[in-house]
Nanobody
Framework: QFQLVESGGGLVQPGGSLRLSCVVS????????IGWFRQAPGKGREGVSQ????????YYGDSVKGRFTISRDNAKKTVYLQMNNLKPEDTAVYYC???????????????WGQGTQVTVSS
């Protein structure tokens, strides 16, 4: 059974950092694309970053380039999202998702975690 579990969210001040983790089970990480998405209240789900584990390729949304870094630890079956220089507009529920193709459309991803809240506020 495919399962993704996010953790690491919380309350942080502007300029601060958080590292989100996405632990997967029920499938082999090597063969899938893992995407991080976020959804703020009243807004649609926005693609933040992706890693194609088949090749190691990474992608970032324009709003997070230079601040966020996606990485993986295959042995731990975990994908991380390091978020630095956080801004109030980064406040959202962050989800990780698994799929077999890269893209920013949430419908391209088949399996989703339950989400973790990130709040950036002073």
């Amino acid at each position: 059974q495919f399962q993704l579990v996010e953790s690491g969210g919380g309350l942080v001040q502007p300029g601060g950092s958080l590292r989100l983790s996405c632990v997967v089970s029920g499938f082999t990480l090597d063969y899938y694309v893992i995407g991080w998405f976020r959804q703020a209240p009243g807004k649609g789900r926005e693609g933040v970053s992706q890693i194609d584990n088949r090749y190691g390729w990474t992608y970032y949304g324009d709003s997070v380039k230079g601040r966020f870094t996606i990485s993986r630890d295959n042995a731990k079956k975990t994908v991380y999202l390091q978020m630095n220089n956080l801004k109030p507009e980064d406040t959202a529920v962050y989800y990780c998702a698994a799929g077999t193709s890269t893209g920013w459309d949430p419908y391209e991803y088949d399996y989703w975690g339950q989400g973790t809240q990130v709040t950036v506020s002073s």
